[in-house]
């Protein structure tokens, strides 16, 4: 006879299930010594009968545990892979949406390489910091060489370098500054991924949550 259950229910189960069958492993003794002078065997000190019962006793209850556990992952993996989900991306199926949990969350396969969505918020990030940088330092330098041509016009005299026009110098300053070309706007978008990456988690975590506690599955 089939067994109903949610997929809640059967998660926590096959949750159980694991530790229980561990434990049961541990624990189990499926052999022992005895001497042939003596009916108890050395360790449990039972008779062999009794003995030879408990190992087969255990042994089948775990492989009935095993068989158990199979059966509700068999399950909760089949009613995955048909139960749909709706998220703003687009839907998906619950296995798709725990797949691609994982790979935002840097857990999936690939050791993490497949979180391209970090990855590409990280060398968006990299790429406007460093030209940033480049750019102050040279139109830094720029700056000092200006200077430099104000002093080589002028003389020292800060009076006289303020009151005379200098349009050379600052000709020379405009067509020799240094700007960040940042045709994507990087922050707004680093902004984006951030955000759609947080509410896509946020949706994926909820109605996955919905899905588990709402769908059943028969075992």
């Known amino acids: 006879m089939s067994e109903k259950m949610l997929v809640t229910q059967a998660l926590d189960e096959r949750d159980l299930l694991v530790k229980k069958i561990r434990d049961k492993i541990e624990k189990a003794n499926f052999a ?80 993490g390489e497949s979180d391209f969505e970090s990855a590409l918020k990280k060398k968006l990030e990299h790429d406007l910091e460093q030209n ?41 300053i405009s067509e020799n500054t240094t700007e960040v070309v940042d045709p994507l706007d990087i922050r707004k978008k680093v902004e984006m991924l951030r955000e759609r990456r947080d509410t896509l988690l946020t949706e994926l975590d909820t109605q996955i949550k919905v899905s588990n506690a709402t769908t059943f599955i028969e075992i």
């Open 32 to 111: 022992d010594t005895v001497k042939h002078n003596e009916e108890k065997v050395i360790t449990a000190r039972v008779s062999r009968e009794e003995f030879s019962k408990d190992a087969e006793s255990a042994f089948q209850q775990i492989q009935d545990l095993i068989s158990r556990f199979q059966k509700i992952d068999a399950a909760i993996v089949a009613s995955n892979a048909k139960t749909m989900i709706k998220t703003s991306l687009g839907d998906y199926t619950v296995a798709g949406a725990i797949s691609l949990r994982s790979r935002l969350r840097n857990k999936g396969s690939y050791n």
């Open 132 to 172: 940033v940088l480049f750019a102050n330092v040279k139109n830094q330098d720029l700056q000092k060489a200006a200077e430099g041509m104000r002093l080589s016009i002028l003389g020292k005299d800060a009076k006289v370098k303020d009151d005379k026009p200098l349009e050379v110098v600052d000709a020379y």
